[in-house]
């Protein structure tokens, strides 16, 4: 696995572990597929952000500033 990969991998768990899981529901709203969530880049890990601090109402979500 390239390292590029393990970190954006590491980042969308991070995102995930803030609001539980992505369900089938999530792929639909953020409009993210199983496969970018399966192999994210910068791009997938941007709309998974939009995507967690629109739906979801908690401050600690992640963010680039952090």
């Known amino acids: 696995m390239d390292k590029?990969?393990?970190e954006y991998r590491e980042e969308r768990d991070a995102i995930i572990s803030e609001i539980?899981?992505?369900?089938e529901e999530d792929?639909?709203?953020s409009?993210?597929?199983l496969?970018?969530?399966?192999n994210p880049n910068e791009?997938?890990?941007q709309k998974l952000v939009e995507y967690v601090s629109n739906e979801y109402?908690?401050?600690?979500v992640?963010?680039?500033?952090?």
């Open 20 to 23: 539980g899981e992505f369900d």
């Open 35 to 38: 496969e970018e969530y399966t």
């Open 62 to 66: 992640y963010s680039e500033d952090e």
């Open 57 to 60: 109402d908690q401050t600690s």
């Open 27 to 29: 792929f639909v709203k």
């Open 31 to 33: 409009g993210i597929s």
């Open 43 to 45: 791009e997938v890990i």
């Open 4 to 6: 590029e990969l393990k």
